[in-house]
């Protein structure tokens, strides 16, 4: 696709073509937008301040629609209110998002009171979480009005009032984007998504990334820019592209927290599209790195590692007892077989009435529970080893690429309160017990399925109530201690807001996860979530039994109950062979 300066210029070519002799050839030359800079303008949206002898109910409309201008533009919206409630009105506050203006009812409730009540599609809290609403949420606000000067204005606002804006003003006003942390026992940044207002975004991202640590990453990631830090000038100037972050704070005197400090602010500023690269000062003096040049363009630049541990395997698809590599759509015309991987043996079988096969990162293992989901077992190569008895109603395994083997279930004897455990692969596998999680918000709970990030660092829970109902899908940082063992899991941060998930659950990056789930009464099928809150549903599969992925969400795939695995082809499913378990390594 062409840029777009490369149109605006051909539309200044076919404007100019028409207009013949009548221009002016005395003109200076002036100069225009700059060709590498890509993009054009955004378009400017304002709206009109209270017209005259206007009603309460204009009045409330008139705010709500005014709070959607552009840029930060709130003059004409804080024209709507009384002085002293202009004063006091923060627009940073909470937001909610309505579906359009005919969703909206204004309600005098007396002479100086109206309650407004209208469909809600998502809110936004000030701190940036992004939660969608379910089906059918209505949100009410009560306003006060007086009259000043004998115009009605709206005079007190419920503490926290931000704004509410349509859902076709979402893309124009704010965004996702993610905040960085490093994680607490290894060199590597984790990921916080929230959504930003678009004005001063840069100053905006720089303010975030001074917070501390959000609480459901709380023990597995830190951040190194030193406590009490601030921005000099409460903003952050961006010039010729160029980022320039000056803080108040201690200078940090160890070169790896240095680092780790410039990596955090470098990774958040560059989602800036108006960003190119980060300066970075403390008290007026540049914070420098030895051999790195000022300003920072790339995370690398600094002497961070990039890059995380990958799987070295390829996925494997189950037939009956038989597991062979998966080759996609090509597997239709094959007979299951078993194939020797590039560490060594071939995979054996793992019988029928096993289920919720899972493959190791190396793929020198396979996992899987039995019909009753009672019993955990693996194989290696043709042996297969049973892990002791720990837990009832197991769900399904997975493993993560740090060397562990997860799986949920139902804690008995000494251990009921338990309902996550780990099994380290690097101990003799005719000796491990699984280790039990502390994790306390899921107790009463049983986990379905538990999948970790690729860096290992966080981890999706798929829960239900242990009588069942109430199904969670909730993230959380995983607390490791000596040697990278899993210990604990931080708070819960829960997603996927408005959809009800039912089963299956993998990772497609490292802010995205699908599971197979519903919207209100809607068909079943896999669903697109976002960390920040956000939900996509995919073309329904409704006898869709797993999900996962070869790839990233392009390459989401299904099992169904019909034994069939399909491939996502744009919005379609395409046959892609026989098959009762398909599993990715790592996952």
Same mark, same amino acid.
């Given at each position: ?36 800079? &890509?993009?054009?303008? +955004?378009?400017?949206? !304002? ?93 009410? %606000? ?31 006003? !704010? ?43 709380? &023990? ?63 008290? &007026? ?19 961070? +590692? ?16 038989? %597991? ?32 919720? !096969?899972?493959?190791?990162?190396? =793929? ?118 000596? =040697? ?13 807001? &408005? ?52 790839? =990233? ?5 299904? %099992? ?5 695995? !399909? ?17 990715? +390594?790592?996952?």
């Amino acid at each position: 696709m062409a840029p777009r300066w490369w149109a605006a210029l051909v539309a200044a070519v076919v404007l100019l073509a028409g207009c013949g002799s009548g221009l002016a050839t005395s003109t200076p030359v002036q100069p225009g937008l700059d060709v590498d800079s &890509g993009a054009l303008p +955004p378009v400017r949206v !304002l709206f009109p301040g209270p017209p005259a002898g206007a009603t309460q109910e204009q009045v409330v409309r008139g705010f709500l629609r005014a709070g959607a201008a552009s840029e930060g533009a709130y003059d004409v919206a804080r024209s709507f209110l009384t002085p002293d409630a202009a004063r006091e009105w923060s627009p940073e506050g909470d937001l909610t998002v309505y579906p359009d203006g005919s969703a909206l009812t204004v309600r005098r409730l007396d002479q100086g009171t109206v309650r407004l009540t209208g469909a809600v599609d998502a809110t936004v809290s000030e701190e940036g979480r992004y939660a969608r609403a379910r089906p059918g949420t209505t949100g009410t %606000v009560v306003m006060s009005l007086a009259r000043i000067a004998g115009e009605w204005r709206i005079a007190d606002l419920p503490d926290g009032f931000g704004r509410w804006i349509t859902r076709s003003d979402v893309p124009r006003l !704010l965004q996702p984007y993610a905040v960085h942390y490093v994680a607490v026992d290894r060199r590597t940044l984790v990921p916080d998504v929230r959504w930003f207002p678009l004005d001063h975004l840069t100053t905006r991202l720089a303010r975030a990334q001074l917070e501390p640590v959000p609480a459901y990453l709380e &023990g597995a990631v830190r951040t190194d820019i030193p406590v009490g830090s601030r921005l000099t000038a409460d903003s952050v100037s961006v010039s010729a592209g160029v980022a320039t972050v000056d803080l108040t704070a201690r200078v940090p005197v160890d070169e790896t927290v240095r680092q780790n400090l410039w990596a955090q602010f470098v990774s958040t500023l560059l989602q800036d599209p108006t960003v190119r690269a980060v300066a970075l000062r403390v008290d &007026g003096a540049a914070l420098d790195l030895p051999d790195v040049e000022t300003p920072v363009e790339a995370v690398g630049d600094v002497g961070f +590692p990039v890059g995380a541990p990958s799987p070295t395997a390829e996925p494997v698809v189950r037939r009956g007892g038989d %597991v062979a590599v998966f080759t996609g759509a090509a597997e239709a015309t094959r007979e299951p077989r078993s194939v020797t991987t590039a560490s060594g043996p071939a995979y054996p079988r793992v019988p029928q009435d096993w289920t919720g !096969l899972a493959l190791s990162g190396d =793929g020198t293992e396979l996992a899987a529970v039995d019909r009753e989901r009672r019993a955990l077992s693996r194989w290696r190569e043709v042996t297969r080893y049973d892990v002791p008895f720990f837990a009832g109603r197991l769900g399904d395994p997975a493993y993560d690429l740090r060397g562990f083997l997860w799986v949920g279930g139902v804690g008995t004897g000494r251990d009921d309160a338990t309902r996550l455990w780990t099994v380290d692969l690097t101990v003799d596998p005719s000796t491990v017990r699984a280790r039990p999680l502390a994790v306390r918000w899921l107790a009463g709970r049983r986990v379905l399925q538990a999948r970790l990030s690729e860096d290992g660092e966080r981890v999706a829970v798929l829960s239900e109530r242990e009588s069942g109902g109430d199904l969670r899908l909730e993230v959380s940082g995983v607390v490791r201690g000596a =040697g990278g063992v899993p210990q604990r899991l931080a708070a819960p941060l829960r997603v996927a807001g &408005g959809l009800t998930p039912v089963r299956g659950l993998v990772w497609l990056d490292d802010i995205t996860v699908a599971t197979l789930g519903r919207v209100g009464s809607g068909p079943l099928g896999p669903h697109v979530v976002g960390l920040g809150g956000e939900v996509a549903a995919l073309t329904p599969t409704p006898t869709a039994l797993s999900v996962t992925t070869t790839g =990233g969400e392009r390459a989401v795939h299904v %099992v169904t109950s019909g034994g069939e695995v !399909l491939a996502r082809a744009g919005q379609q499913w395409l046959p892609a062979g026989r098959g009762t378990d398909l599993a990715v +390594p790592g996952t």
